[in-house]
Antibody, heavy 116, light 107 residues
Framework: QVQLQQSGAELAKPGSSVKISCKAS????????ISWIKQTTGQGLEYIGY????????NYNEKFKGKATLTVDKSSSTAFMQLSSLTPDDSAVYYC?????????WGQGTLVTVSS | DVQMTQSLSYLAASPGESVSISCKAS??????LAWYQQKPGEAYKLLIY???TLQSGTPSRFSGSGSGTDFTLTIRSLEPEDFGLYYC?????????FGSGTKLEIK
């Protein structure tokens, strides 16, 4: 069965970066794009962008350009999202999901807490 | 950005009843709409895409309708496992956007 397994919770200091992973299994990795979504209590669900797992091509929500960087490692069937210059506003649960229009499979979410 | 409004943030119903959850887009999105269910401790589950197409594995008691700006997710004959949060999402234009969610509680 298709699974997206995300890395564990992160506690980071303001100004630092974190890199979250999303390991896919149960299907051919390059068959689906991987998208990333941010969830907060205040803003709800926000779409960050997607990566073409075959070519590495990316598309970002303007709001997250410069904040998020999406990459893939096809050899390990893993997608990554790096968040840089962290501020408390980046504290959220981040999800990876398969697809770039609707999302058939989701990871379990990674909690990122930004605090000094 | 296209704003997606789920006017009901909370809904309670009894097993066996039918419920409808609405979602309104700030502009016409044709039928480029998906519905998701989120339950505590579980991954998000895609229920419906293209407004009314059931994802494989979605029980037939779920149905989606609507086009343009107004959409409805209907659950016929509620089962206890149907509690949770329901979100709509448009993919008509970028950035993709989500509704704020409707929490369905089973009485």
């Amino acid at each position: 069965q298709v699974q997206l397994q995300q890395s564990g919770a992160e506690l980071a200091k303001p100004g630092s970066s974190v890199k979250i992973s999303c390991k896919a299994s149960g299907y051919t990795f390059t068959s689906y794009y991987i998208s990333w979504i941010k969830q907060t209590t205040g803003q709800g669900l926000e779409y960050i962008g997607y990566i073409n797992t075959g070519s590495g091509g990316t598309n970002y929500n303007e709001k997250f350009k410069g904040k998020a960087t999406l990459t893939v490692d096809k050899s390990s069937s893993t997608a990554f999202m790096q968040l840089s210059s962290l501020t408390p506003d980046d504290s959220a649960v981040y999800y990876c999901a398969s697809g770039r229009r609707w999302f058939a499979y989701w990871g379990q979410g990674t909690l990122v807490t930004v605090s000094s | 950005d296209v704003q997606m409004t789920q006017s009901l943030s909370y809904l309670a119903a009894s097993p066996g009843e039918s419920v409808s959850i609405s979602c309104k887009a700030s502009k016409s999105i044709s039928n480029y709409l998906a519905w998701y269910q989120q339950k505590p401790g579980e991954a998000y589950k895609l229920l419906i895409y293209s407004g009314s197409t059931l994802q494989s594995g979605t029980p037939s008691r779920f149905s989606g309708s609507g086009s343009g700006t107004d959409f409805t997710l209907t659950i016929r004959s509620l089962e206890p496992e149907d509690f949770g949060l329901y979100y709509c999402q448009q993919y008509y234009e970028k950035p993709l956007t989500f509704g704020s969610g409707t929490k369905l509680e089973i009485k």
